[in-house]
């Protein structure tokens, strides 16, 4: 399109904008009878039509009804021809999707708390007539420094940009509706708008969890100093039930964010074998079923198109070799979803399942012996799972390794084993190793090199000897000491990532399903200091939970008091302080626990496109190109990397995949190895380029100094807070770091 001319504009009649942009008086789209409201475009679906055989008339002429979105666009319209085996033509032809008068408002992808930016709205008039038109605002969820209208002139055949300066001042989706009438005639046009408000970046949080069997539990509370009062709060939550405890758990599940296989794979595990009791985990933020249903059936298509030919699942994209542990996850995270209801493809599964029956023949390459039997045991236990019990293969197994196994391999085993003298030995193995304190046990091994080719974690070994002790031995003393140890070792509410939380997660259900058949009947009360906060009266095995919400603003004037909690009655309550809160500053300072994280901003065009300033603001010129260039130091050999950087919302990446995307140029500081110079030959297995934010893995990562760059272009004026970028190993997220927050100006 060619570049917008600045707006003349003048202040609308008072009322005009009102009555004529918005009330059900105002004129119709595209002319007709004064008094008619209106009409609002909202559907801006993509249209593709494909018609394989249309015949034609005797004059050589065919018809074809199509419904257009409301999008005002340009369409591509191509036909080809054919009369018997030798006469064919074909010819294309464009179609243009317009109204008299348009408004194209320009909005970016996304918002960060804190943003302001001037939203531009474009006005285009079609006729041979210059118009005076009424433009006009509504927003929900984004305030409007500005007036909400104005009214400006619009040459014939011309366009008018006009910008109204708004903040994002809390978080969720904003929404607004832009409206234009010409003054003077009968032209009107009207379209919607929606756009994630994201959390702020800096955003914490603390959760702390108890139990009460007689009397009252008290629970200290410093009040909040530097936090901004309109958001976050105190949730008191209380239950007769320990599965309010996985709120967190279920949380981190349900939003991790990476779509590797085994990433998947745990996703499905988890929320699969918990779809019966995912009422018991109301909690802010969480999905409702149905939403999480439709989560789970999309991560099964995604799972499903990774599978290779010979049946296994590689980690980030079809075709690259695929991995031995991966493909056993897979097939165990398919059998759960198939036996709880999803539906998953036979042909799939099939497959899967012939490849981990021969897992030996697919061993990687220079794997030691401790992970080779984990991946045999695994295999036996998933096949056992889905109907294929090799009791043979795993008395052999047993026969040839027995103790020497770690303790999760033989955990996996267990179960599929037909041998009682078999089963005390196991059942004595555990209880002499595991490490006891008055109410927790946990388990430690080691895998040395091999860990990081299953993804090994000593909080996942817990989980998964937890699970074997209670199907092989319910009656052990050992059990609710582990449930305790794995309850108390979260940081946050959860565990390190997301192989834990699966695995334990898995585990608990069996633990809740096997022990919790009280029958409570007793009253909860809550007290912060003098001030009582509510009750519930629990009667009856229920998965009942009372949540209370103390806003932020409360707790900075109540100052430092005591939660109280006490329960009257029979049974066990069980109860979660989660308190949330977002430091006023929005800022965060650099941290190194593993990784040294640093970003800059490159001019790409032009020298002068982009600045900073000695407090570190950077400062870009509007519809410029920038290079985001990331360095990484990693201190020593890691595993299972990811970086993040998420964009300021004036900027959009350029991604080089797409056939849409203008020439992006080659860094510099790269040095190309083909085409596919910005994705092959680097030291990352998989990036991802989003709306929001840009993301590079790797398997393995030796220790040194990483560089990752990427395109944007800025697209919207305003002063944008950028997330610090920030590394992280993915299984062990406590190995981390993180660059400071930025300020970002996008400026004519």
Same mark, same amino acid.
């Given at each position: 399109?060619?570049?917008?001319?600045?707006?003349?504009?003048?202040?609308?009649?008072?009322?005009?904008?009102?009555?004529?942009?918005?009330?059900?008086?105002?004129?119709?789209?595209?002319?007709?009878?004064?008094?008619?409201?209106?009409?609002?475009?909202?559907?801006?679906?993509?249209?593709?039509?494909?018609?394989?055989?249309?015949?034609?008339?005797?004059?050589?002429?065919?018809?074809?009804?199509?419904?257009?979105?409301?999008?005002?666009?340009?369409?591509?319209?191509?036909?080809?021809?054919?009369?018997?085996?030798?006469?064919?033509?074909?010819?294309?032809?464009?179609?243009?999707? &317009? =109204?008299?008068?348009?408004?194209?408002?320009?909005?970016?992808?996304?918002?960060?708390?804190?943003?302001?930016?001037?939203?531009? !709205?474009?006005?285009?008039?079609?006729?041979?007539?210059?118009?005076?038109?009424?433009?006009?605002?509504?927003?929900?969820?984004?305030?409007?420094?500005?007036?909400?209208?104005?009214?400006?002139?619009?040459?014939?055949?011309?366009?008018?940009?006009?910008?109204?300066?708004?903040?994002?001042?809390?978080?969720?989706?904003?929404?607004?509706?832009?409206?234009?009438?010409?003054?003077?005639?009968?032209?009107? @046009?009207?379209?919607?708008?929606?756009?994630?408000?994201?959390?702020?970046?800096?955003?914490?949080?603390?959760?702390?969890?108890?139990?009460?069997?007689?009397?009252?539990?008290?629970?200290?509370?410093?009040?909040?100093?530097? !936090?901004?009062?309109?958001?976050?709060?105190?949730?008191?939550?209380?239950?007769?039930?320990?599965?309010?405890?996985?709120?967190?758990?279920?949380?981190?599940?349900?939003?991790?964010?990476?779509?590797?296989?085994?990433?998947?794979?745990?996703?499905?595990?988890?929320?699969?074998?918990? &779809?019966?009791?995912?009422?018991?985990?109301?909690?802010?933020?969480?999905?409702?079923?149905?939403?999480?249903?439709?989560?789970?059936?999309?991560? %099964?298509?995604?799972?499903?198109?990774?599978?290779?030919?010979?049946?296994?699942?590689?980690?980030?994209?079809?075709?690259?070799?695929?991995?031995?542990?991966?493909?056993?996850?897979?097939?165990?995270?398919?059998?759960?979803?198939?036996?709880?209801?999803?539906?998953?493809?036979?042909?799939?599964?099939?497959?899967?399942?012939?490849?981990?029956?021969?897992?030996?023949?697919?061993?990687?390459?220079? %794997?030691?012996?401790?992970?080779?039997?984990?991946?045999?045991?695994?295999?036996?236990?998933?096949?056992?799972?889905?109907?294929?019990?090799?009791?043979?293969?795993?008395?052999?197994?047993?026969?040839?390794?027995?103790?020497?196994?770690?303790?999760?391999?033989?955990?996996?085993?267990?179960?599929?084993?037909?041998?009682?003298?078999?089963?005390?030995? %196991?059942?004595?193995?555990?209880?002499?190793?595991?490490?006891?304190? /008055?109410?927790?046990?946990?388990?430690?091994?080691?895998?040395?090199?091999?860990?990081?080719?299953?993804?090994?974690?000593?909080?996942?070994?817990?989980?998964?000897?937890?699970?074997?002790?209670?199907?092989?031995?319910?009656?052990?003393?050992?059990?609710?000491?582990? !449930?305790?140890?794995?309850?108390?070792?979260?940081?946050?509410?959860?565990?390190?990532?997301?192989?834990?939380?699966?695995?334990?997660?898995?585990?608990?259900?069996?633990?809740?399903?096997?022990?919790?058949?009280?029958?409570?009947?007793?009253?909860?009360?809550?007290?912060?200091?003098?001030?009582?906060?509510?009750?519930?009266?629990?009667?009856?095995?229920?998965?009942?939970?009372?949540?209370?919400?103390?806003?932020?603003?409360? =707790? !900075?004037?109540?100052?430092?008091?005591?939660?109280?909690?006490?329960?009257?009655?029979?049974?066990?309550?069980?109860?979660?302080?989660?308190?949330?809160?977002?430091?006023?500053?929005?800022?965060?300072?650099?941290?190194?626990?593993?990784?040294?994280?640093?970003?800059?901003?490159?001019?790409?065009?032009?020298?002068?496109?982009?600045?900073?300033?000695?407090?570190?603001?950077?400062?870009?010129? /509007?519809?410029?190109?920038?290079?985001?260039?990331?360095?990484?130091?990693?201190?020593?050999?890691?595993?299972?990397?990811?970086?993040?950087?998420?964009?300021?919302?004036?900027?959009?990446?350029?991604?080089?995949?797409? /056939?849409?995307?203008?020439?992006?140029?080659?860094?510099?500081?790269?040095?190309?190895?083909?085409?596919?110079?910005?994705?092959?030959?680097?030291?990352?297995?998989?990036?991802?380029?989003?709306? @929001?934010? /840009?993301?590079?893995?790797?398997?393995?990562?030796?220790?040194?100094?990483?560089?990752?760059?990427?395109?944007?272009?800025?697209?919207?004026?305003?002063?944008?807070?950028?997330?610090?970028?920030?590394?992280?190993? %993915?299984?062990?997220?406590?190995?981390?770091?993180?660059?400071?927050?930025?300020?970002?100006?996008?400026?004519?």
């Amino acid at each position: 399109t060619d570049a917008a001319v600045a707006p003349t504009s003048t202040a609308a009649p008072s009322g005009r904008l009102a009555s004529a942009a918005f009330d059900a008086s105002a004129k119709s789209v595209g002319g007709g009878d004064a008094g008619a409201p209106i009409g609002v475009r909202t559907n801006f679906d993509a249209l593709a039509l494909y018609e394989p055989s249309v015949i034609t008339d005797a004059a050589g002429k065919a018809t074809i009804d199509v419904t257009l979105p409301d999008s005002l666009t340009r369409y591509r319209v191509m036909v080809v021809a054919v009369n018997g085996a030798d006469h064919f033509g074909s010819t294309e032809a464009n179609l243009t999707a &317009r =109204l008299p008068l348009m408004v194209r408002p320009s909005a970016p992808r996304f918002a960060n708390f804190g943003d302001t930016f001037e939203l531009p !709205v474009v006005v285009q008039n079609q006729t041979d007539q210059a118009m005076d038109v009424d433009l006009a605002l509504q927003t929900a969820n984004l305030r409007l420094d500005g007036p909400a209208g104005t009214r400006i002139n619009v040459p014939a055949n011309d366009r008018v940009e006009v910008r109204f300066p708004v903040s994002a001042d809390q978080a969720g989706t904003a929404r607004f509706r832009v409206a234009a009438v010409n003054v003077n005639g009968n032209e009107a @046009d009207a379209t919607t708008v929606e756009l994630p408000v994201y959390t702020p970046a800096t955003t914490e949080a603390f959760a702390t969890y108890g139990v009460i069997d007689d009397g009252a539990a008290i629970q200290p509370l410093v009040a909040p100093t530097g !936090v901004i009062p309109q958001f976050g709060g105190l949730d008191i939550t209380t239950s007769s039930t320990s599965l309010q405890a996985l709120t967190d758990a279920v949380l981190y599940i349900t939003q991790y964010p990476y779509d590797s296989s085994d990433g998947y794979a745990s996703r499905i595990m988890a929320i699969a074998a918990l &779809r019966k009791v995912l009422d018991a985990f109301d909690a802010p933020g969480l999905p409702s079923a149905d939403t999480i249903d439709a989560a789970v059936a999309r991560d %099964i298509a995604g799972l499903v198109g990774l599978q290779n030919d010979d049946g296994g699942f590689p980690y980030w994209d079809r075709g690259r070799p695929s991995e031995a542990y991966n493909t056993i996850q897979a097939v165990h995270a398919l059998v759960l979803a198939r036996d709880n209801g999803y539906t998953v493809p036979a042909q799939t599964l099939a497959m899967a399942l012939a490849y981990i029956t021969d897992i030996e023949s697919h061993f990687p390459a220079g %794997i030691g012996q401790q992970g080779r039997d984990a991946l045999s045991s695994y295999a036996l236990n998933v096949r056992a799972l889905a109907g294929d019990r090799d009791t043979a293969k795993a008395a052999s197994l047993w026969s040839s390794r027995g103790t020497d196994m770690t303790l999760d391999a033989i955990a996996w085993l267990w179960p599929v084993l037909d041998d009682p003298a078999a089963d005390t030995t %196991i059942e004595r193995l555990f209880t002499n190793r595991a490490v006891e304190t /008055a109410g927790a046990a946990n388990f430690a091994t080691d895998y040395g090199d091999d860990a990081s080719l299953i993804l090994h974690s000593d909080r996942r070994t817990d989980g998964i000897v937890l699970d074997a002790l209670i199907a092989k031995r319910p009656q052990s003393d050992l059990i609710p000491k582990v !449930v305790a140890g794995l309850l108390g070792g979260r940081t946050a509410g959860r565990w390190d990532n997301i192989q834990e939380n699966s695995f334990i997660l898995l585990a608990l259900k069996r633990y809740f399903d096997t022990y919790e058949n009280q029958d409570p009947a007793f009253v909860a009360r809550v007290w912060l200091g003098d001030r009582y906060a509510g009750d519930h009266q629990f009667t009856g095995r229920s998965i009942d939970r009372v949540r209370m919400t103390i806003p932020t603003s409360d =707790l !900075v004037t109540a100052g430092n008091a005591n939660i109280a909690i006490s329960k009257e009655g029979t049974g066990r309550l069980y109860y979660r302080l989660g308190l949330r809160y977002a430091p006023s500053s929005l800022t965060l300072e650099a941290l190194d626990r593993g990784f040294v994280v640093e970003r800059t901003y490159e001019a790409v065009d032009h020298p002068t496109d982009v600045s900073r300033d000695a407090d570190g603001t950077w400062h870009i010129r /509007a519809g410029a190109k920038v290079r985001v260039r990331l360095t990484m130091i990693a201190e020593s050999q890691r595993t299972h990397v990811a970086l993040i950087d998420p964009l300021p919302a004036g900027l959009e990446i350029l991604n080089p995949a797409l /056939a849409t995307t203008p020439d992006v140029p080659a860094d510099p500081a790269a040095a190309p190895t083909g085409a596919d110079w910005w994705w092959y030959g680097t030291w990352f297995d998989h990036q991802n380029l989003k709306d @929001d934010r /840009a993301e590079a893995f790797s398997a393995l990562l030796p220790a040194g100094t990483y560089d990752y760059s990427y395109v944007a272009r800025a697209t919207t004026p305003g002063k944008f807070v950028t997330p610090p970028t920030r590394a992280e190993e %993915i299984y062990s997220p406590e190995t981390f770091g993180r660059g400071s927050t930025a300020k970002v100006i996008v400026e004519e």
